[in-house]
Nanobody
Framework: QVQLVESGGGLVQAGGSLRLSCAAS????????MGWYRQAPGKERELVAT???????NYADSVKGRFTISSDSAKNTVYLQMNSLKREDTAVYYC????????WGQGTQVTVSS
């Protein structure tokens, strides 16, 4: 049973930083693609960043240069370092794991205040 548990969300002022973590279990971490999505109130869920099993990384244009996705296979954990946060980054952030199927975590709230 694949389980993804996010942590690290919270309230931060604009311009600040947060690091989200996603601990994965029930899977052979190294062969899965991992990613982060977010959903703001009243908006559709959108991709933030992904990292493939081969290490290929993809970012949404809105976060390029500010967010960094990384993974630690020894800890079965994927991270999202978020710098220079903006109010429009406010959303629930979800971790995903994909292979034949896609699994989602429960989400963690990130709120950026002005």
């Amino acid at each position: 049973q694949v389980q993804l548990v996010e942590s690290g969300g919270g309230l931060v002022q604009a311009g600040g930083s947060l690091r989200l973590s996603c601990a994965a279990s029930g899977m052979f971490f190294s062969v899965w693609s991992m990613g982060w999505y977010r959903q703001a109130p009243g908006k559709e869920r959108e991709l933030v960043a992904t990292i493939s099993s081969g290490g290929n990384i993809n970012y949404a244009d809105s976060v390029k240069g500010r967010f960094t996705i990384s993974s630690d296979s020894a800890k079965n954990t994927v991270y999202l370092q978020m710098n220079s946060l903006k109010r429009e980054d406010t959303a629930v952030y979800y971790c995903t794991a994909s292979r034949q199927n896609q699994y989602w975590g429960q989400g963690t709230q990130v709120t950026v205040s002005s």
